[in-house]
């Protein structure tokens, strides 16, 4: 904005600088008043109020500066970030820090409660493979610490010595920090293997049942720990390779329980 000097001011070059500089200010302040008001230039005025609901509390008009609060026990659940299911609000950090939703296994670790764990299979599965895969039902979840293991296995091959059956506990992401298990049950007679000190140490049966009423068995025992925390799962597959599909078949389960 450009400045005319009034009609008659008689002023040193000086002192007509101070004045333009003052009236420039004098704009600027205008200017930045009018960038904070409303657009219909009306003023904010003390009569307005900040209000609150619960759970806060304060507010008031703007005679004043005013502090807002949360109200003592005024965070209820509903307020909450909503949590995964079947897990619990808890710090199992072992120092200072904010509250994670934590799974059975891990509430149970922190409680210093050694329970049991245990998954079955819901329905029969088929293979015509000989690369061990993980079951997508006899997976369990644990922590650090020692368990006891315990399984239940049921398969049969369609056709008499073309398929078999094999089985390992490497599957999942847990970190087995030593292992001692075996095998024992009925193929097509009394079978047992020696005991295993590798997770990875497949058992297996080239020769196993046909009917899928009467199927072969047999049952897993062993101690496990370890080292970290993750999953724990079963894979299986055909001893050989064969179009003749295995079954391994549902109400098979495996249980761990945690000891130390």
């Not at 925390?229 to 945690?258: D, P, V």
Request: aromatic residues 6%.
């Amino acid at each position: 904005m450009s400045l005319v000097k009034p009609i008659g001011l008689k002023a040193r070059p000086s002192e007509w600088d101070a004045w333009q500089e003052q009236h420039a200010l004098e704009h600027q302040s205008l200017d930045a008043l009018t960038a904070v008001l409303p657009v219909n230039g009306t003023p904010v005025t003390t009569a307005r109020q900040i209000n609150t609901t619960a759970p806060l509390a304060g507010g008031g008009d703007l005679s004043a500066d005013r502090t807002l609060s949360v109200n003592n026990n005024g965070v209820t659940n509903a307020l909450l970030s909503q949590m995964a299911a079947n897990t619990v609000k808890g710090n199992n950090t072992g120092g200072t820090a904010n509250a994670v939703d934590l799974t059975v296994a891990q509430t149970l670790a922190l409680l210093g409660v050694f329970g049991k764990v245990s998954a079955f299979k819901t329905g029969d599965t088929t293979s015509t493979s000989t690369t061990l895969t993980n079951d997508a039902d006899l997976q369990l979840t644990v922590v650090t610490g020692t368990y006891n293991l315990e399984a239940f296995l049921a398969f049969y091959e369609a056709v008499l010595g073309t398929g078999g059956f094999q089985f390992d506990l490497a599957g999942g992401s847990a970190t087995v920090g030593s292992i001692l298990w075996g095998a024992d049950g009925y193929v097509t007679a009394v079978a047992g293997n020696p005991a295993a000190t590798a997770a990875n140490t497949a058992q297996s049966y080239g020769t196993v049942a046909t009917a899928s009423t009467a199927p072969s068995w047999v049952k897993v025992q062993g101690q496990v720990t370890f080292s970290s925390g993750g999953t724990f799962i079963l894979r299986w597959a055909q001893a050989s390779a064969s179009a003749n599909a295995t079954t391994f078949k549902a109400k098979s389960l495996m249980t761990l329980e945690r000891v130390a």
